[in-house]
């Protein structure tokens, strides 16, 4: 089963994209509930994609460094970087 639930910050602010079908794209900034050896606590980015009423409720009511929670699941994309290296890319979907 392919369920993710993250609560973090919005690392930037929010953009609608999209003509026919309403998207955004933005990152979660997750901190770690445990503390390194050097007693700070570490930082997980995780990148998302919303979409339709998703994307449109996002984009009404947060902004850069909100708290939010994210129900969603991962995907994988496997595409060519700029030298011609196969590079595999993890997205959060955001489906709440």
Not at 12 to 30: C, F, I, K, T
Not at 38 to 52: C, P, R
Not at 68 to 86: A, P
């Amino acid at each position: 089963m392919n369920n993710v639930i993250l609560t973090g910050r919005l690392t930037r602010d929010v953009e609608l994209l999209g003509e026919m079908q309403s998207y955004l794209r933005n990152a979660l900034a997750v901190k770690s509930s445990f503390k390194s050896k050097n007693g700070e606590y570490k930082t997980d980015f995780f990148n998302f994609v919303a979409f339709n009423k998703t994307a449109e409720i996002i984009n009404s009511y947060c902004y850069k460094g909100a708290l939010v929670l994210i129900k969603g699941h991962l995907t994988t994309n496997t595409m060519k970087n700029d030298k011609g290296i196969d590079i595999t890319i993890i997205e959060l979907i955001a489906d709440e």
